[in-house]
């Protein structure tokens, strides 16, 4: 149980696109998921919180209108990369937060994602 | 600001020998502490949640124990299999379901 997936797995994109990247809980339903950026040897950082019908709340020193965060749905949400540049590659992950009063509280993560830029 | 320190940053064992990560925090007000699997270029995978002092989860190999100020993850007679980056987070009663990450401490076993 509670598995998370993220699509696409890696993705190669010229300067000046813009990529999306999905991320699904697949047995659960999450009304609030996070996104991660990890760069090499380096630990997660987490870039914002997106929480299902309302707006997601960013870190500091993370650009809204770069980053572009869509949680439609319990079970889907969406990092969009807008006008992607080389200093955008990274791996991205997504986590899905599960609860259940006096179980559990915890977070699942998906595989990541490789965005490379070119 | 809560803070996670793991040490050490990385740590070579030989298959069966048995030894310990060690996870500090610093928090206003501890909700859970958190310990994950990290295999290169895959996301982190659940191992355990602590939420009290003294309280103590196994599961196979690894036992992960939680005091007031740390957390230990014991592993015992490892096997290659083992090798990975094990990440410590916590979650405060101050900052709510997000999680901070300690730096990671990379596990190697050798056969």
């Known amino acids: 149980g509670a598995v998370v997936s993220q699509h696409p797995s890696w993705v190669i994109c010229k300067s000046g696109t813009s990529v999306k990247i999905e991320c699904r809980s697949l047995?659960?339903?999450?009304?609030?998921m996070f996104w991660y950026r990890q760069f090499p040897k380096q630990s997660l950082m987490l870039m914002a919180t997106s929480n299902e019908g309302s707006k997601a709340t960013y870190e500091q020193g993370v650009e809204k209108d770069k980053f572009l965060i869509n949680h439609a749905s319990l079970t889907l949400s969406t990092l969009t990369v807008t006008s992607a540049h080389p200093e955008d590659s990274s791996f991205y992950i997504c986590?899905?937060?599960?609860?259940?009063?006096?179980?559990?509280?915890?977070?699942?993560f998906g595989p990541g994602t490789r965005l490379t830029v070119l | 600001e809560d803070q996670v320190t793991q040490s050490p940053e990385a740590l070579r064992l030989q298959e069966g020998e048995s030894s310990s990560l060690n996870c500090s925090y610093t928090?206003?007000?501890?909700?859970?502490l958190f310990w994950y699997r990290q295999d290169p270029g895959k996301g982190p995978e659940f191992l355990f949640t602590l939420y009290s002092a003294g309280e103590e989860k196994e599961k196979e190999r690894l036992k992960a124990t939680l005091t007031k100020k740390e957390s230990f993850l014991h592993i015992t007679a490892p096997k290659p299999e083992d090798s990975a980056t094990y990440l410590c987070a916590v979650q405060s009663m101050e900052y709510g379901n997000k999680l901070v990450f300690g730096a990671g401490t990379i596990l190697r076993v050798k056969s």
């Open positions: 986590s899905a937060f599960l609860y259940l009063a006096g179980i559990t509280d915890t977070q699942y």
């Open positions: 928090v206003s007000g501890l909700r859970g």
């Open positions: 047995d659960f339903q999450a009304t609030t």
